[in-house]
């Protein structure tokens, strides 16, 4: 399903382009929450550590990396 193997509870670091098709990234790092397949491949949704939630595709993710 994943390249990653991301799973529910894991904690994720990446590099994300900013507002999903810039040159310019972002570092994300967050608490998985959902992981899923969608039309555009799979994806998982981060819980930031100040609150805000955001849904990552795992095709645009850079350097990503599962810390537990």
Same mark, same amino acid.
């Given at each position: 399903?994943?390249?990653?193997?991301? +799973?529910?509870?894991?904690?994720?670091?990446?590099?994300? *382009?900013?507002? =999903?098709?810039?040159?310019?990234?972002?570092?994300?790092?967050?608490?998985?929450?959902?992981? =899923?397949?969608? *039309?555009?491949?799979?994806? @998982?949704?981060?819980?930031? @550590?100040? =609150?805000? @939630?955001?849904?990552?595709?795992?095709?645009?993710?850079?350097? @990503? +990396?599962?810390?537990?």
């Amino acid at each position: 399903m994943n390249k990653l193997n991301l +799973s529910v509870g894991a904690v994720l670091r990446c590099k994300y *382009p900013k507002h =999903g098709t810039r040159n310019i990234l972002k570092r994300h790092e967050g608490v998985v929450e959902k992981v =899923g397949v969608g *039309p555009r491949g799979p994806y @998982a949704t981060v819980r930031h @550590a100040d =609150g805000t @939630a955001r849904t990552l595709s795992e095709a645009r993710m850079i350097d @990503a +990396s599962v810390v537990s």
